[in-house]
């Protein structure tokens, strides 16, 4: 457990004992060591619960079984019955071999309960397996695949733009804090309820405006078709595709991130010691590097990783209107194909993501506040 | 009229001068479509000099790139973002702007159908609750009870057309029976009160009683619950037909789902249990359908799907007895069958388990300026003419940009690949078939083939229409000895008839194919030649991968196999050149040409299959999906992908092997140099477009961007045959009828009603209509009167009645009828005239 180390709350030893720097030392890294097991396990049974969950909704306990039977059904009878050359005789018996087929081939001839296990013990494994009914891009069934190679196009995107509101909004909101009141401040008060429409909002708005009144940008894809063959012109080409949805995230979150982040300082920004400070005659930028930035750095910090794992899931409808092939619109597809091996795989590499991020920022808010101490047995 | 069509481009003259050439129809019998497409040739090239010597497709490049969102369709056509989207789109919002834009057009395809499904398990359901449709005369009736107009007209806002009968409107099988068709519709016809007095009558005969103005069973209200699918406009039509019930003394449970919870509720689950009462359902075609014989069993009998409500399903005996002859083709000849389909409509509507409503339209959205032929059914995605008849209308050549859901969904390979609509599409740009369909009428035309002979067994129902098909019958087909029958995995060869001990094995029917003589001259896009080979590994793989004893063995080929084993009788090689091919088959169709399209060779480059199967054959890949999945292999895609470097370590070894796939059947026709030359051009073709995906069709596979979802195909400039060819097939000749006549006919005069059969605004010539037939019905709706309207020349036609007939009639209101059928679309067309018949003006004086 993480703490805030207090002087005469029993972690530090009683006046007049001694204790020898090799064995404190020690006792340091025992503490570490048990405090990043217990964590660790904590943070194993949390994904483990999360994605176990997943399975059993994504496959709504079992009954998705059904639907995928009902569904093979209806495909294969209509395969059957649009070929000329299947004889009425021979229609039923070649809908019912191929169904069973089928239905083995994903094993749904098996209780799901044991599939539901057999899936989990992978996921654990972070072997993603095979999808059951889509293929990557570039035809191969293996779910990494399918993930990995939607991933740059989702990274790239929300990446740029969530880093540029990020950003922006520090900086902005850094200013704001100490211009408290003004009609700029004012301003951004008033608009961030806009932030309320989602970005995709905006982007039909961008669209309709930048690529068909004033044709200026490309209504949707990442690059042009058929793509430019040199590196250099397919990036301006990726970079030209960006405008718009990159301007839809920005504007539907600068303005609610500004005035988040602003409220943030201003209530650090009247602290006693920033006002001190102040008091003293430092300068604007020392206060605001020293007294403002420093301590609330956790909460930065912490904001900005969570931001980098929300990127993984992208945005379906972002994606679907700029017709971005992300991992979002990978996702939706995969849930409509019922695909549970890539539904898991998705959820499974985020849930280790989000385990992993929770884990390194126990430690930096040790490294960035040293306030922060590990708990000593 | 494919003539007019054809010569859209093409002044009126020239017209002139060509359809006086034409031979007298019945001497050709209705042979004149094949004939015509000749004839347009030379005069398409005249008009067009771009066209002249321009062999294959008709313009440089075509780039598909994916696009989901339909309805930015019309403003990415008139952005010049794109010039043609392969999906066919039945949004009213982007079917209006399209209609309204100047730069935009649209194609109508009438593939969909839109019915009721009723469950008729009954009296009552396993809880004991009514089920007012486990009666006929209820479910009867519910087809007075809606006004299929109107939802046409206003659901579907005009994408849509009416539709009763359980055959559909846009088939060739409802042109052969329009008159009988149109009769029966008459007699199904929005009549509300009629059919609120049967409802009454039976639910009354149930012992179901009316308690303020809603209808209880045993103390209880009979609800109806009603599966209503929430995607699409059949949640209006469901409301609609929900409104209808409760007006008609029902309360209604109104269950708004989407596809697969409607799904479990109809189809898995058992209808007695009573889940359900009535479905909204649709259904599509990609093709126009040669043959809806087989639909009443489908539809109607426990044959059509193993299913819980097929199961329920308990026709009359005469109508299943019916239905099963017709899907089985029990019948002497076509006037038989003829007579058994009408019968069988009569039936089914008297039977009624489903209520159908319309023929749905859909729109496929191009540029103003392009040209393309469209699949009557399937839009542009089903046309099989679509590479070889795109083009911008005042050129030859340039960019065209062609707008689809998906590309690339699934692996490429000509195996056990994608299967998906748009991926087949683009296919048919990269390969070359022996035969293609007619978008129009879904006849086959030849593509690859001089010609074909079929003999049948005598007395078995076939026609043909076609002159490049000739058709015989014989009392005994004999299988030679000699022909090919088995496959031998051991020895990699074919086994004889003689050799499998089969000698005088009989046939239904014979086949023999005359290809073109430069069959076997075209060029793979690699460089390499179509040879005998790329057909022998064709057949072969496809034996070898049914075998257990096969490297290649794959389950989930077994059952589709099988079902060909049955029928297939024997191959035999007449010729080699030119290639002349013999085949036996137990397999029967109604149009000769649709037998020779399923008896007809395919070709692959064995050169690259040949790497496949090495690779196959240790497990690093497969072709089919379930096989990589067995193998835990990646599914073989010619285009991209991991399976990319496994054929290039294929391509090394086979280079330095020589290897060549069963080398006991091929190895004899690969003399010399020929297995190297494949190899190296396999491997040059490799290193220039960075796949392996090779054709023999009118565009080649220029690049795959699969992460972007777009790919580029480009003109094949070695492609054999003239880029003219196929562009009568531009637009469908559909006729339009306007009809003239008196309103009202006073007793003791004759009447003279005349039909202008126009399209494009010329009028249609006589050869071009098959049949022009009227019906004449009373002021009940009875058919009084059917025969053939009089031809009187240039486009005209007459239909005329005596005193005696008008006499006939007695006084009141009547109805003429005009249904004309075309040679070159599989649509009929109808037009209507009220008149009155009053008494003789010498009596009203």
Known sequence: ?377 | MLLMNVCGTMSGPILGAASGRLPPMRRVKAGIAGLLMLVPIQAQADADPDLAGRRGGLVDEIIFATETDTARLSGLIADGAFHLTAQGVTDQSVFQRIRDSELADYDLSFGGSVELTLNPVGPTFEDGTLNPFSVPAIREAMNQLIDRRFIAEEIYGGLARPRTLPIGTAVPDFARLAAEARAIELRYRHDPPRALAVIEAEMEALGAERQGGIWHFEGRPVTLRLVIRSDDARRQVGDYVANLLEGAGFQTERLYRGPEEASRIWIASDPAAGQWHMVTGAWVSTLVRRDSASDFDFYYTPRGRPDPLWQAYAPDPEFDRIAARLNEGDFADLEERAGLMARAIELAMQDSARIWLVDQSQIGPRAADVQVAFDLAGGVRGSQLWPLTLRFADRVGGQMRVAAPSVLTEPWNPVAGTNWLFDRMVQRAISDASVLPDPFTGLHRPQRLDRAELTVRTGTPVSVTLPWVTLDEADGIIVPDDAWIAWDEGEGRFLTVAETGQHGLEARTRAVLHYRPDFFARPWHDGSTVSLADVLVSWALSFSRADPDSPHFDPSHVPGFEVFERQFRGWRILSEDPFVLEVYSDQISLDAETMISQRVVSVLPWHVIGLAMLAEAQGELAFSSARADRLDAEWLSLVAGPSLPILDRKLDQARAAGTIPFPALLGPHLAGDAIAIRHDNIAAWRAARRHFQIGEGPYYLHSVHPIEGALVLRHFPDFPDPSDRWLGFADPPIPVLDLDGPLIVARGEDARFTIAATFAGAPVEAADIETARFLLFNGDGALVEEGEATELGGGNWEVAFDPGRIAALGMGPNSLEVVFTSRHVAMPVFASQPFATVPSRTAEW
């Open chain 1, 1 to 377: 457990m993480v703490q805030i180390a207090d002087p005469g709350h029993g972690q530090e030893p009683p006046p007049g004992t001694q204790i020898a720097p090799n064995d404190a030392r020690r006792r340091e890294m025992t503490g570490l060591a048990l405090f990043m097991a217990r964590r660790i396990v904590a943070l194993v049974l949390t994904v483990l619960v999360g994605v176990y969950m997943t399975i059993i909704i994504a496959n709504v306990g079992g009954q998705v079984d059904d639907l995928r039977v009902i569904q093979i059904r209806a495909d294969v009878s209509d395969a059957v019955r649009s070929d000329p050359g299947v004889a009425a005789a021979d229609r039923l018996a070649l809908i019912e071999a191929q169904v069973a087929l089928e239905v083995e081939r994903l094993g749904l001839d098996r209780p799901f309960v044991w599939r539901s296990l057999d899936y989990l013990r992978r996921a654990m494994l972070l072997d993603l397996g095979r999808a059951e009914q889509m293929s990557s891009d570039l035809g191969s069934r293996q779910v990494s695949a399918i993930i990995t190679e939607r991933l740059p196009a989702t990274l790239l995107l929300f990446g740029t733009a969530n880093v540029l509101v990020f950003v922006v909004s520090i900086v902005v909101a850094l200013r704001l804090s100490r211009r408290y009141g003004s009609w700029l401040d004012r301003t951004i008060v008033a608009l961030a309820p806009s932030s309320a429409a989602p970005g995709w909002f905006y982007g039909l708005f961008l669209i309709l405006i930048f690529a068909f009144a004033w044709p200026l940008f490309p209504s949707g894809g990442m690059v042009a078709v058929p793509p430019p063959e040199t590196a250099l012109r397919y990036a301006m080409s990726v970079v030209h595709h960006m405008v718009l949805p990159v301007t839809a995230i920005f504007i539907s979150s600068i303005f609610v991130s500004i005035y988040s982040w602003r409220t943030f300082f201003l209530i650090h920004s009247s602290e006693d010691h920033v006002e001190m400070a102040r008091a003293k005659g430092l300068p604007d930028r020392m206060i605001e590097a020293r007294y403002i930035l420093r301590p609330t750095l956790p909460s930065i910090v912490t904001s900005f990783l969570l931001m980098l794992i929300g990127l993984w899931s992208g945005a379906i409808i972002l994606e679907q209107v700029f017709n971005w092939p992300g991992l979002g619109t990978l996702l939706f597809q995969a849930i409509g194909f019922r695909d549970t091996p890539v539904i898991i795989g998705g959820v499974v590499i985020f849930a280790y993501l989000l385990a992993l991020t929770v884990f390194l920022l126990d430690f930096l808010y040790a490294a960035l506040d040293p306030r922060v101490r590990v708990a000593t047995p």
